[in-house]
């Protein structure tokens, strides 16, 4: 199982939120200098995040982005504001390896097909955002519809990973919540990155016994709760 610490941008800096809202960001400073801390205490891959885009802002930190991404040599997906084929296309083109489809793929479920025929399944993961089985989109305040079946859509679509996201336990450091993993993990082939509430070894270990291909670790990570080096232990044991 890998780790993909999140460098998450707003506005140019490295933030971290509380259950998706602006006005709850914890701001850390310079983003290239948290990616190399993460890469440098051996991280699989780095969890991207354009806030600004998500919000509608979706030009905006696109430069340093670019050069994140040329600078560490690393995988890198990316999430954050991708409402379009050309806007997936210009990132995939610019050297991100994996673009996250949330919104827009709910919105217009085909983008998903037309990005894994043009650049290959592997390189296109649909988000699953929900709160209490629901997917969520539009900065998670609108419902529509079971994430099991947006999940089995997505996979048949051609998505070749799937990011779930559980909007309950979102940024609030508390743990995760285990059932909806499980429960996803039966329903899929294709490999499940899990983001939300990662704060501890034992929620790594959890998702890693579940079968999940991956954790995004945000909030918990930053604020020192849990450590990189005892996630990536945890990930990778027995192995």
Known sequence: MEIYPAVDILDGRCVQLVQ??????????????????????GADGLHVVNLDGAFGRARKNADLIRAL??????????GGGIRSVEDAAGWLEAGVDRVIV??????????????????????????????AGEVMIEGWERPAGSYLAWAERFESLGAGSLLY???????LQQGIAIEPVTELLR??????????????????AALREAGAAGAVL??????????????????????
């Not at 709910?106 to 390189?123: K, N, Q, S």
């Open 20 to 41: 998706g809202r602006p006005e709850a960001a914890t701001v850390y400073g310079d983003p290239a200098a948290w990616a190399h801390r993460w890469l440098d205490q």
């Open 69 to 78: 991404t040329r600078e560490t040599e690393t995988f890198v997906e990316l």
């Open 102 to 131: 949330s919104t827009q793929a709910v919105r217009e479920p085909e983008i998903v097909r037309t990005l894994a025929d043009e650049f290959g399944g592997e390189r296109v993961m649909a988000g699953i955002d929900a709160r």
């Open 165 to 171: 996201t559980n909007v309950d336990v979102e940024g």
């Open 187 to 204: 329903r899929v082939k294709v490999p499940v990155v899990v983001s939300g509430g990662i704060s501890s070894p034992g929620d790594v």
């Open 218 to 239: 945000g909030s918990a990570l930053y604020a020192g709760k849990v450590r990189l080096s005892e996630a990536m232990e945890a990930a990778h044991a027995n192995e």
